[in-house]
């Protein structure tokens, strides 16, 4: 290996290479590409700083590790598809904000859809299928070109009709306890809007611009910005205030 540092682009699919995968081909500074896809690689996964990783069909096994992913801050395209590995997707995938093209079918990955991969803005293609993860699919980035075939056959996700998975039981309201109800940041309210972004605005008064939002968990909200600097902001949302303290209905906090 210590001749080819020049070496930017590796492919060696569909061969009978077998073996776990040498921690060697890490050490090739200038490898940006590397495609093992169609062998019988066994082991864990490869930690290169790579820009291109495919080791898609081969028999992986093991979890996801964090200390994987710590190393793959600039990959662009990843997939493990059609291995043996199980446990969660990692909150971490979060972090691999350069990330487009991402594929994990055809394992035994398990646990929910974490929320960090809202934080994947270049995200163009995910496929998840075939696995047994559960949750709630919120429509919204970086699920919105998504299809159906990306999440089929995990029996434990629910979501929204376009994406023909089983529908998610609603929860009314008025019959959750006070407990349930928490107290929710600007932080989280700036990612449910997406900045609140003009793409999400609902309406606009004289004292006040209105967001659809989704949250964390998944609940859809409608999210009221008053313009503090307009005259009379102030005794609007006084007034607003006095009136939903005298309202009671179930979609009304």
């Known amino acids: 290996m210590g001749r080819l540092n020049k070496l930017q682009a590796l492919y060696l699919e569909n061969n009978r290479l077998e073996g776990s995968i040498p921690s ?3 050490q090739l500074k200038s490898l940006s590409e590397l495609y093992l896809t169609d062998n019988t690689l066994f082991g864990p996964i490869l ?3 790579l820009r291109v990783l495919d080791l898609s069909r081969n028999l992986l096994s093991g979890d996801i590790a964090t200390t994987i992913l710590c190393g793959l801050k600039d990959m662009a395209n990843l997939s493990l ?3 043996q590995l199980e446990g969660p997707i990692l909150e971490s995938f979060g972090e691999l904000v350069s990330l487009e093209f991402l594929n994990l079918s055809s394992n035994s990955l398990s646990g929910e859809i974490p929320n960090s991969l809202k934080a ?5 293609c995910l496929n998840v299928s075939f696995n047994r993860l559960r949750g709630k699919i919120t429509v919204g980035r970086p699920f919105v070109h998504l299809f159906a075939a990306s999440f089929m056959s995990n029996d434990g996700i629910c979501g929204a009709l376009q994406l023909q998975v089983t529908p998610c039981k609603e929860v009314e ?6 407990a349930t ?3 929710i940041f600007q932080q989280e309210l700036l990612q449910a809007t997406e900045g609140f972004n003009a793409n999400n605005l609902l309406g606009k008064g004289s004292f006040e ?3 659809r939002g989704t949250l964390s968990d998944g609940m859809i909200v409608a999210i009221k910005v008053f313009n503090l600097e307009v005259v009379g902001a102030f005794k609007s949302f006084d007034t607003e205030c006095g009136v939903l303290c005298n309202i009671h209905h179930r979609n009304l906090l």
């Open 24 to 26: 060697d081909l890490c």
């Open 47 to 49: 930690a290169c700083v």
């Open 81 to 83: 598809a059609g291995n």
């Open 120 to 124: 994947l803005l270049y995200l163009k």
């Open 173 to 178: 309201a008025k019959s959750l306890p006070l």
């Open 181 to 183: 109800w928490r107290r």
């Open 209 to 211: 611009s209105v967001y």
